[in-house]
């Protein structure tokens, strides 16, 4: 299997106030993802954290067209985070890409269709596997309901991923994990073994 030798980190949602709050950082810059956009870089891959469009009422298309600019290939680790993971799941079943290693941080497909218009309408590609060398999935059992469904439905399509379920982590906001660290992100990322 290629060792990675780029990554690109992909945020999830947030509410309109968050997003235009001077309080809070943009979502690319938010909990842990800095944090392990250095460790991937400290290991010499190097690491893009795009600010996806209007996160709070996000559109498929402009997403697709954000994460497009970048290249991406059989040596690229892929890294989405709630609602940015369901929508790598999406568009890697709509392309044809090989990549090195996809990682599913506490995935949302808004399960219920109650959230997000269109965004989430597709089919996961169910041979995903063939293209994409080594797919995590991680989840904490307290998280929310709909994200517990949308790993249930991940699972149910792609039963031989890797999946790491972790102890009252909720959503693994910065403010769960009680830090911007997320050692068991790293350890999956960069294959070390304390990743259970």
Not at 82 to 97: I, K, T, Y
Request: net charge negative; hydrophobic share 40%; charged share 20%.
């Amino acid at each position: 299997m290629a060792k990675p030798t780029n990554a690109i980190i992909v945020h999830g949602t947030c509410e309109q106030s968050e997003y235009f709050s001077p309080d809070h950082p943009a979502l690319s810059n938010s909990h842990w993802l800095p944090w392990i956009q250095k460790q991937l870089l400290i290991k010499g891959i190097a690491t893009q954290t795009p600010e996806m469009p209007k996160a709070y009422d996000p559109v498929y298309t402009v997403w697709k067209r954000e994460l497009e600019r970048f290249d991406i290939s059989a040596t690229t680790l892929l890294i989405g985070y709630s609602c940015g993971a369901g929508f790598l799941l999406r568009w890697l079943s709509e392309n044809s890409v090989r990549i090195a290693k996809l990682i599913l941080v506490a995935p949302w497909l808004d399960p219920d269709k109650t959230h997000i218009r269109g965004f989430f309408e597709f089919e996961i590609d169910a041979r995903l596997d063939a293209r994409v060398n080594d797919i995590h999935l991680l989840v904490s059992n307290d998280d929310h309901p709909s994200i517990l469904k949308s790993v249930g439905q991940i699972i149910d399509t792609l039963p031989g991923i890797g999946v790491h379920r972790l102890d009252r982590l909720g959503h693994f906001t910065s403010k769960d994990l009680g830090s911007t660290a997320f050692p068991q992100l790293r350890a999956i990322a960069l294959d070390e073994t304390e990743a259970e």
